[in-house]
């Protein structure tokens, strides 16, 4: 058994488009929790560099849509308090807490999604519907990690050279335009030369070839079978009304059913998918080491 980052890139867009599109377009805060707690273990899974920074920005952006929701909105009839002879209601702080699982673990999933469809796989996937705009998007990806690369260089040099003070905000604040105007001169100078050498190599000119060395196997079939086998129960209970949730003017979610109990289990199954196939990849690699 494979990581899941050596599947076939369509594999890897179905699987995440399902699972996405499960929390997105539904308000049931079961499913959401469930998606955030899949999310949050699968990025934890992934080797990053950033993790501590990443977990640091999310929660900040949990907890802004959790509390901006009932400062803003008043409806709901149970009130907490009074903000400003404003109520603050029940039913809409539990919005916004909802609002906030369901965005942050959609969050962590693109982020794991960003991670494992790296440029070469996402020209993989969309080559050959729209070559242009795959190829726009994969040099886009490539120029947003070279940017940043290029930023760290350039405010690293000029501080070596003792052009940027950290005195005051204002010599911060210009010390910081000068790095982003050297950066962004060099992406445009950058750009150039990669427009001038595709121009060189006759990008163009007739019809494009295609060379990968990704192929679609048993392995992918599986992982697609899996994906929709679990869809299919959580389908069957978005059509019955078994995740059916109100907010307004009291907070009410469906009497689970055997429909919504099919459901849960399954969106469970189909959520940790990838961090099974982690799992039995590392006990792999664990046992053959054990045995030289």
Not at 37 to 61: A, N, P, S
Not at 90 to 99: D, H, K, T, V, Y
Not at 162 to 188: C, E, P
Not at 247 to 266: C, K, R, T, V
Request: hydrophobic share 50%; charged share 15%; with cysteine.
């Amino acid at each position: 058994m494979r990581d899941f980052k050596e599947y076939n890139p369509v594999t890897v867009f179905v699987y995440y488009a399902a699972v996405v599109a499960i929390s997105m377009f539904t308000m049931n805060p079961i499913l959401h929790i469930i998606s955030f707690v899949g999310g949050l273990l699968q990025f934890m899974m992934q080797k990053t560099d950033d993790r501590v920074r990443t977990h640091i920005w999310y929660l900040i952006l949990g907890l802004i849509l959790c509390f901006i929701r009932p400062l803003f909105s008043h409806n709901g009839a149970t009130v907490l308090f009074l903000l400003n002879d404003n109520p603050v209601t029940q039913e809409a702080f539990i919005f916004g807490l909802n609002s906030a699982v369901m965005v942050v673990g959609v969050l962590y999933l693109f982020r794991v999604f960003s991670e494992i469809m790296t440029s070469d796989r996402l020209l993989y996937l969309f080559g050959r519907v729209s070559p242009k705009t795959a190829l726009i998007l994969s040099m886009g990806l490539r120029y947003i990690p070279m940017l940043r690369h290029q930023r760290r260089i350039t405010r690293d040099a000029q501080t070596v050279l003792g052009i940027n003070k950290d005195d005051n905000a204002i010599d911060r604040m210009r010390g910081g335009l000068n790095v982003f105007s050297a950066t962004v001169s060099w992406g445009i100078e950058n750009g150039i030369i990669t427009a001038d050498s595709m121009v060189a190599r006759g990008y163009g000119e007739g019809k494009r070839s295609h060379y990968s060395t990704l192929r679609f196997k048993k392995r992918d079939t599986a992982i697609i079978m899996i994906t929709a086998l679990c869809l299919v129960p959580v389908i069957i209970a978005l059509v019955k009304g078994s995740f059916d949730t109100v907010f307004y003017p009291l907070f009410n979610i469906a009497e689970p059913d055997i429909h919504a109990y099919l459901g849960y289990i399954s969106y469970i199954i189909l959520i940790i998918v990838p961090i099974i196939l982690k799992l039995m990849e590392s006990f792999r690699w664990k046992f053959l080491m054990s045995k030289i």
